[in-house]
């Protein structure tokens, strides 16, 4: 029955508040979408106890047969592990804190309810991608996310640029998605399952085509590269910042862009067995890390910056994953779910002081006004920045600890890309709460903590992201990395748990701690003495030059593909439609309609009584028909 109740209770959230949501009070709809998604958060915590004690065993359970043809059934059904467990206890968790600071942000809004039937309905569908027993199931979860994503992206409709915004956040998905089927299909057609349990036995029995489990992983990344944002196909996800700011918050941290990440968690049998695809998911990540962190440097919109920190934080996490280190990478994922979704509700804390302004070069000086979202603001870019003994700093660590291990380059790559986020995560904090305030005056009388509904998330999370780190403590420091013993179950086909295993001595452990810590605290001293003491702002729009003006437009990533792709594919649509079903398809068709009348006018000149006529033609056919018979 709890099972049941986990999955559905998002879902009755979600009916509920669709269908008889603008009847009840505001905050009785946002404590029933709010309820729902606690009573899946109680629920996933006593699942989640029960693996950490011992007392609960794996859950593999068909509800019912699906799609059955041939020697072919795919069941609905669910699977819980100590990798389902750990993502549920991420969805739902902060699912729920962002439900309950989404009472407070979103009061006054005229679209309360259905805000929070689509907040249910994507927490509802992220529940069965990360449940599903087979890749069915997940596929299902995986674009019912693409969905709401849409939805709550868009979700201010009236506004033309936020519809295009969601409608490409959609479309881009699409392209990952067609890779994510192909990938099934492969599976489908040479293995007649697409159950992950039964995939792995089949594959430990009887072995696996060596390029067909390239070409299978191959298409799966892709999916993955969709989903998770990862070049080339990130560019929708700075852009998904359109929707409100607990949107961001739920996107970046525990919802959407982890799907990717825990696809290829989920099928790691699967990506073991394909070196080749390692090496390609190991490069990308990296590649976007340092990419993504390059942009982030100079963009002045408060929310853009936190969306490029997530695109570059997800390519450290592929590029752990990559190199084979799956607990690494999903340890990185728990800790940024902490301060990520910290660091956007926090923004959204600021925007909502301002009366909607985003803009970094209009704050500043708002720790005097706003102490409990500076703090946990502050708190949470220490943790992204590596900073002991913060969250960040450990999960962070054990990726460059392993990259250094595995590959120079990429560590050299990711290293950078970290001192890079060191460096605009605390520019952002210098420019939005120190110094001088730079907004207009009717802003600064107005400003304000925000509420205590959408403070105590905010609280709850600091906590989390300052203490997170204690489930990943290395060895070197006298812990046992409880969650490497955790997930060990999961990954236990070959997979590197860290650093010290890999073969890094505990002395060579420590240099690479301390000269990380060392670089990040730098890079936040530049930022200091940039923005703090040299009181230096960024420039104003339109004035930017050489490559900050590459940098800030993001290398014209978007320009290239309207140019490219947009309007290639738009002239080719325009042709198609005026050439195409203008001319020849409806030409066709009016061509036909004509000729049918004409035809119809003729023939109907026959028809003219004369019974001697008619008599001649049935004489005629009669000698047809003979004549026809006798060449027979």
Excluded at 60 to 89: C, E, P
Excluded at 377 to 397: E, N, Q, R, V
Aim: glycine share 12%.
């Amino acid at each position: 029955m709890s099972l049941y109740l986990l999955i559905l209770l998002p879902l009755l959230g979600f009916l509920i508040n669709t269908f008889v949501g603008k009847r009840l009070p505001k905050n009785v709809s946002g404590a029933i979408g709010s309820a729902a998604i606690l009573g899946s958060f109680i629920i996933s915590t006593i699942l989640f106890i029960g693996f950490v004690n011992g007392s609960q065993a794996v859950i593999d359970v068909n509800f019912f047969d699906w799609i059955t043809f041939g020697d072919v059934k795919i069941s609905f059904g669910v699977l819980i592990d100590q990798l389902s467990a750990t993502w549920l206890m991420v969805v739902t968790g902060i699912g729920f804190l962002i439900h309950l600071y989404s009472i407070g942000y979103m009061h006054d809004d005229e679209g309360f309810s259905r805000f929070f039937s689509y907040l249910n309905l994507f927490v509802f569908f992220m529940l069965l991608l990360v449940l599903g027993n087979n890749f069915v199931i997940t596929f299902i979860g995986w674009e019912g996310v693409g969905l709401c994503s849409y939805l709550l992206i868009g979700f201010w409709y009236k506004n033309q640029a936020y519809n295009d915004a969601a409608k490409k956040a959609f479309i881009m998905n699409r392209i990952g998605d067609l890779g994510f089927l192909i990938g099934m299909f492969l599976i489908l057609f040479n293995f007649k399952t697409l159950h992950f349990g039964s995939l792995q036995a089949l594959i430990a029995e009887n072995g696996i085509d060596h390029g067909l489990v390239v070409a299978i992983t191959l298409c799966l990344f892709i999916g993955a590269m969709g989903k998770s944002a990862q070049l080339p196909l990130y560019t929708w996800l700075p852009d998904a910042m359109a929707g409100p700011t607990p949107v961001s918050a739920l996107i970046h941290a525990a919802t959407m862009v982890t799907a990717g990440i825990y696809m290829i968690a989920r099928a790691n049998f699967l990506f073991v067995l394909a070196p080749e695809t390692m090496n390609v998911i190991a490069g990308v990540g990296a590649a976007t890390a340092l990419f993504a962190a390059t942009i982030g440097l100079l963009q002045n919109d408060i929310k853009k910056v936190l969306a490029y920190s997530t695109v570059s934080q997800l390519g450290l996490m592929f590029m752990a994953l990559g190199l084979g280190l799956f607990t690494s990478g999903v340890f990185h994922v728990v800790t940024h779910a902490f301060f990520k979704a910290c660091l956007f509700l926090g923004s959204g804390s600021v925007i909502h002081a301002l009366h909607g302004e985003q803009d970094i070069r209009n704050m500043g000086g708002l720790k005097k006004w706003m102490p409990i979202t500076f703090w946990t603001f502050l708190i949470s870019s220490l943790a992204i920045s590596g900073i002991p003994p913060f969250s960040g700093f450990f999960s962070k660590d054990e990726i460059l600890a392993g990259a250094f291990e595995h590959n120079k380059v990429l560590w050299v790559v990711s290293t950078v890309a970290s001192l890079m986020t060191a460096f605009y995560m605390f520019r952002l904090v210098f420019l939005t709460f120190f110094r001088d305030f730079r907004g207009t005056e009717e802003q600064k009388h107005h400003l304000h903590e925000s509420p205590f509904i959408i403070t105590l998330p905010l609280i709850v999370l600091a906590l989390l992201a300052a203490v997170g780190g204690l489930m990943g403590i290395p060895e070197v420091f006298g812990g046992h990395h409880w969650l490497k013993g955790f997930l060990a179950p999961v990954f236990s086909g070959g997979e590197g748990h860290g650093a010290a295993e890999h073969g890094l001595s505990h002395g060579a452990e420590i240099g690479l701690m301390c000269g990380a810590v060392a670089g990040a605290i730098g890079s936040i001293l530049a930022a200091y003495f940039m923005y703090v003491k040299g009181g230096q702002l960024p420039v104003k729009e339109g004035e930017e030059s050489g490559l900050g003006k590459v940098i800030y437009n993001k290398y014209y990533i978007d320009e290239i593909y309207n140019t490219v792709v947009v309007k290639p594919l738009m002239v080719m649509s325009t042709l198609a439609y005026e050439v195409f079903d203008l001319v020849i398809v409806d030409g066709l068709v009016r061509g036909l309609s004509k000729a049918s009348l004409v035809a119809g006018r003729q023939m109907r000149l026959i028809q003219n009584g004369n019974i001697g006529f008619y008599l001649l033609l049935m004489v005629i056919g009669a000698c047809l028909i003979f004549g026809v018979s006798i060449l027979r």
